[in-house]
T-cell receptor, first 113, second 107 residues
Framework: NAGVTQTPKFQVLKTGQSMTLQCAQD?????MSWYRQDPGMGLRLIHY???????DQGEVPNGYNVSRSTTEDFPLRLLSAAPSQTSVYFC????????????FGEGSRLTVL | TQLLEQSPQFLSIQEGENLTVYCNSS?????LQWYRQEPGEGPVLLVT?????EVKKLKRLTFQFGDARKDSSLHITAAQPGDTGLYLC???????FGKGTTLSVSS
């Protein structure tokens, strides 16, 4: 099983550019989420979705957009990249939102110059 | 807002030593999870604790959930270099994470 697949693994952007981080899971999970991980800050929740067509904001949603048109895919869009968005981004999925095991992708390292 | 505080932030020990990592909050959690993350990879679930006072063992790792369900601990017996990594606790309906404990075990 592929599990949770994130692309790209590495990306360098210039300030003001836009891009989309892709996330796909093949486990038929209803719950998907995006986190960012910065040194000494742990994982911070950006956005999450409890099913197709339903999304909600996490702790740090500003500057990011998401959509969930299918159960499998949950892309994260940066509309106008800023240096503060330099981070490692992780997509995760779970059978359900409450207490279920989160399965993570391998991460996408984004650098904004 | 629910917060999870982990301590210590960094831990560097010799092979064979014992250690304990703590995860504390002022909020009550219905369950807490512990994850381990290795460099360049995503976190992987180690255990979920659900009942106050619950103790779970995973080989040399012992996890405990506080009676009031506000805190949890991870105890490693006779640490090995393979235990090196970032240990994260997580909980809450929005699955928030603590800032993590970076463990380094040298031989």
């Amino acid at each position: 099983n592929a599990g949770v697949t994130q692309t790209p693994k590495f990306q360098v952007l210039k300030t003001g550019q836009s891009m989309t981080l892709q996330c796909a899971q093949d486990m038929n999970h209803e719950y998907m989420s995006w986190y960012r991980q910065d040194p000494g800050m742990g994982l911070r929740l950006i956005h999450y979705s409890v099913g197709a067509g339903i999304t909600d904001q996490g702790e740090v949603p500003n500057g990011y957009n998401v959509s969930r048109s299918t159960t499998e895919d949950f892309p994260l869009r940066l509309l106008s990249a800023a240096p503060s968005q330099t981070s490692v981004y992780f997509c995760a999925s779970s059978y359900g939102r409450y207490g279920g095991e989160l399965f993570f992708g391998e991460g996408s390292r984004l650098t904004v110059l | 807002t629910q917060l999870l505080e982990q301590s210590p932030q960094f831990l560097s020990i010799q092979e064979g030593e014992n250690l304990t990592v703590y995860c504390n909050s002022s909020s009550v959690f219905s369950s807490l999870q512990w994850y381990r993350q290795e460099p360049g990879e995503g976190p992987v679930l180690l255990v979920t604790v659900v009942t106050g006072g619950e103790v779970k063992k995973l080989k040399r790792l012992t996890f405990q959930f506080g009676d009031a369900r506000k805190d949890s601990s991870l105890h490693i017996t006779a640490a090995q270099p393979g235990d090196t990594g970032l240990y994260l606790c997580a909980g809450g309906t929005a699955l928030i994470f603590g800032k993590g404990t970076t463990l380094s075990v040298s031989s």
